[in-house]
């Protein structure tokens, strides 16, 4: 190899990787937005943590003269807990790979298409993880986070929601057995009262949500069914990326290729974000030589973090839309 080792992983470093992170970035509408626009800093420790409201603060009324305002000691909160998970995408480089191309220029370019092979890998797992349920040793899948309730509750952050478990307050709003009674989610015909209903379902007040992800197929249908020509207002900053999208109500829509059939999901990105390690967020882990035994070069891209829901009822989801009527 005609270029040293150092100057391939300054090379790798400094040139290819940056491209490699906006790509994983700027792969999906999904990562965009959680990974890079929102994402927050993982506090350190063994879990991320966030607060959870589960009973009203009763110390509260009218009252008349000479009442007794003594407040009664209430526990209100709870805590979620998130723990990190890891990926890794390793590189490989074969002796033989760089006998044959023993020029400086043929080495970065190898090493460089190898790099851009597992970025591809990783953007993929990714997003087959964000959505699905939870795999083990993954991060939270959206179909974990917005499920319905079941019946007896689902438990998500380390706390079981509905009646029957630690907070009520902690259920998606998907479906009839959801937080806020929504449309059921074995709907088939998307009209736009069902539509509607969901979104409202979602929302309290002026917290609503800001994301539609849909299919391509059932966006196509929202789009011309439902909105007037002169209605589609577009997130330009997301449409010159590539992310095609209208607004409706006061959320943006977008179609993606990794939802599954039927799946319409009512996201707020102010309450799902992800929660990463700023100096493991896709860090090049440099070119080694294994073994001896081995004869090959080892690079690795390497993530710590995890996907972050704080108000679980805040998203919906339906998963057996056939149509838009």
């Known amino acids: 190899m005609s270029i040293s080792i150092n100057q391939l992983n300054a090379f790798t ?30 506090p350190g420790g063994t879990y991320f943590e966030t607060e959870l409201v589960y009973a009203k603060n009763t110390n509260v009324g009218a009252y008349g003269a000479n009442a007794d305002l003594s407040p009664s000691a209430e526990e209100e909160f709870t805590k979620t807990q998130y723990s990190p998970v890891r990926y890794n995408a390793g590189i490989v480089l074969e002796g033989l790979d760089l006998a044959i191309n023993k020029g400086a220029h043929q080495v970065v370019n190898l090493a460089s298409e190898k790099v851009k092979n597992a970025e591809k890998s990783l953007k993929d797992l990714f997003a087959d993880h ?130 599954d059939s039927g799946d319409l999901f009512f996201l707020n990105s102010e309450h799902l974000y992800f929660a990463v390690f700023s100096k493991m967020n896709f860090k090049f882990i440099p070119w080694t030589y294994e073994t001896a035994s081995k004869d090959r070069w080892v690079a690795h891209i390497r993530w710590y973090g995890n996907l972050i829901c704080d108000e679980r009822r805040k998203l919906g989801w339906m998963s057996a839309i056939t149509g838009v009527a």
Not at 164 to 180: C, H, I, K, V, Y
Not at 187 to 198: A, E, G
Not at 224 to 243: E, H, Q, S, V, W
């Open 13 to 42: 470093e400094t040139h290819i990787i940056p491209k490699v992170v906006d790509n994983i970035f700027n792969s999906n509408v999904l990562l965009y937005k959680l990974l890079k626009e929102k994402a927050k800093r993982w």
């Open 130 to 259: 964000l959505f699905n349920t939870t795999q083990s040793n993954a991060i939270t899948g959206l179909h974990t986070i917005c499920a319905a309730d079941g019946g007896s509750g689902s438990s998500l952050g380390g706390v079981l929601g509905g009646p029957n478990g630690d907070a009520t307050e902690w259920l998606s709003s998907s479906g009839s057995l959801g937080r806020a009674n929504g449309p059921d989610s074995s709907t088939n015909s998307l009209t736009k009262v069902v539509l509607d209903k969901h979104y409202n379902a979602c929302k309290l007040d002026n917290d609503h949500p800001d994301l539609l992800i849909t299919t391509d197929d059932i966006w196509s249908g929202i789009m011309t069914t439902f909105l007037m020509p002169n209605m589609r207002y577009t997130d330009t900053k997301l449409a010159d990326i590539g992310f095609e999208n209208f607004k409706y109500r006061k959320s943006y829509a977008f179609g993606d290729d990794k939802c």
